[in-house]
């Protein structure tokens, strides 16, 4: 990747997260190398608190988190704030807008911690380039597969949402989480205003519905960390 190095693009250190990505999974370094061209890819860096994109800008360049870590909100009319996901290292934003032409974002993309993506112009991926490379199929079937897995996560996160109840949507969440990790002992990637935030309730009421569950020996956590108990499975389960 060493034309790439040259420009100020992409280096060395980040084929290990590129290849890791569902963007550019089955691909050698020559291949990602073509495809990073074909994309006219730039590398920039965010520090922590910038935003990568914002509510009402036209997203022309989708982006893959190289590393760090970015946050996907949205604000309603009264500045009432819903997290919508996480975004970490191999993953995409702002892909959804970017096939939208022109229509304008209706979130935001901040960094919550200094992060580095790499910007890709979306529409190349649709286009035969001028060298005909031969990689253009496989990454469009990478790119749909993106989609598929990202629509599975915006089911999840309805699942979460449509229970009735605070204790309701936090042990679907926790279970979904536990399930995913495949243990009931895991870590969630949320502070508590975040998961407040992600779950859309108040964040008083979470933490006081979190400390129950815990004195009822259904849950123990300490800060993000949290341990399903076994005692639950006599209540019928936690989703």
């Known amino acids: 990747m060493l034309h790439l190095q040259q420009k100020g693009g992409i280096m060395k250190k980040d084929l290990f997260i590129l290849q890791k990505s569902e963007l550019f999974t ?12 074909c994309l006219t890819a730039v590398r920039k860096q965010y520090r922590k608190g910038e935003y990568i994109y914002r509510a009402g ?41 970017t096939c939208l032409d022109c229509e304008p974002a209706a979130i935001n993309a901040i960094a919550v911690r200094d992060s580095e993506v ?24 990478n790119f749909v597969r993106v989609l598929a897995m990202k629509n599975r996560e915006l089911t999840r996160k309805m699942e979460h949402l449509s229970q009735r109840t605070i204790r309701d949507k ?57 341990h399903l108990l076994m005692q639950e499975k006599t209540r019928g389960g936690v989703s």
């Not at 760090?68 to 604000?75: A, L, R, S």
């Not at 035969?128 to 990454?139: D, K, M, N, Y």
């Not at 990637?189 to 975040?194: A, G, K, S, V, W």
Request: aromatic share 8%; glycine share 6%; proline share 1%.
């Open 170 to 226: 936090l042990l679907s969440y926790l279970s979904e989480q536990s399930m995913q990790a495949g243990s009931a002992a895991f870590e969630i990637p949320f502070n508590r205003q975040q998961l407040a935030d992600y779950l859309s309730v108040d964040r008083s009421a979470l933490s006081k519905e979190l400390g129950k569950l815990k004195a009822e020996g259904i849950i123990d956590f300490q800060k993000n960390r949290f």
């Open 57 to 97: 800008d036209v997203i022309s360049r989708m982006a893959l988190v190289l590393n760090g870590t970015v946050h996907i909100d949205k604000e309603d009319y009264w500045g009432n704030n819903s997290l919508l996901a996480e975004v970490s290292a191999g993953e995409l934003l702002g892909e959804t807008y």
């Open 118 to 141: 790499l910007l890709m112009d979306l529409k190349k991926i649709f286009t035969t380039c001028t060298s005909v490379c031969p990689h253009h199929a496989h990454l469009i079937q």
């Open 26 to 37: 089955g691909m050698g370094e020559q291949e990602i190398d073509s495809m990073l061209e």
